[in-house]
Structure formats: structure tokens, C-alpha cells
């Protein structure tokens, strides 16, 4: 059963911007953080950014600047928005709910694809 579902991927050229949404019913007011990670072809998930139930914010250190995480409570999405894309940031993105009290349970979403060409 997916619960959290990921849109907005594509293919753009180097500098380009995409936004992408995280549907995620019941977890972006549940007190837990909700979470972007990626994973490049033949590496390791990574994290991204995560913006918090309190309204912190927070990015890893090559996407600062780049990338703002947002959520809208009402529509229960999460966004990530993506400016001056790099072919580096070219990767499967993931966004990661949990559950409360302890928030250590983790939900995924399937994925959805960024391009980004040179």
C-alpha cells in the first residue's frame, strides 16, 4: 500500500528547475519530519532536505542554496523545489514520512526521476 506518492521528476538541461510533490496523507502534520533523499544510478540513497513539524528547514550542504523544501498542510504535499540543476543532482528522489511518537518508522513513496543533461 503506497501512502506517500512522489511527482514532478523529468529530464531538463543543466540550470533548469523542476518542483517536485510529495502526496502524503496523515504525515505532514503528525509531528515527524518529512524528508527528500535520492539515489544516483550505482550509489547509495542520500539525503536532501527535510523541513519539520516546528518549520525547520534543512538541506545537505550541495543542494543549500539550490533547493526549498515547502509543505502545504492542506493538501498534505510536500515540495521540493529545484533550481540550477546540475547533472549531478541526476537521481531516483524519494520522499520519506514516520510515524509518531518515536518517528522512527519509515514510510517511502516509489520515486520519481530527475534528468538533468549538460
Known amino acids: 500500500q503506497v501512502q506517500l506518492q512522489e511527482a514532478g521528476g523529468g529530464s531538463v538541461q543543466a540550470g533548469g528547475s523542476l518542483r517536485l510533490s510529495c502526496t502524503a496523507p496523515?504525515?505532514?502534520?503528525?509531528?515527524?519530519?518529512v524528508s527528500w533523499y535520492r539515489q544516483a544510478a550505482g550509489k547509495q540513497r542520500e539525503w536532501v532536505s527535510s523541513?519539520?513539524?516546528?518549520?525547520?528547514?534543512s538541506y545537505e550542504d550541495s543542494v543549500k542554496g539550490r533547493f526549498a523544501i515547502s509543505k502545504d498542510k492542506r493538501k498534505d504535499t510536500v515540495y521540493l523545489q529545484m533550481n540550477s540543476l546540475k547533472p549531478e543532482d541526476t537521481a531516483m528522489y524519494f520522499c520519506?514520512?514516520?510515524?509518531?511518537?518515536?518517528?522512527?518508522?519509515?514510510?517511502w513513496g516509489q520515486g520519481t526521476q530527475v534528468t538533468v543533461s549538460s
Open positions: 496523515r504525515f505532514t502534520s503528525n509531528g515527524c519530519a
Open positions: 520519506k514520512g514516520s510515524r509518531p511518537p518515536s518517528c522512527s518508522s519509515d514510510y
Open positions: 523541513i519539520y513539524t516546528n518549520g525547520i528547514l
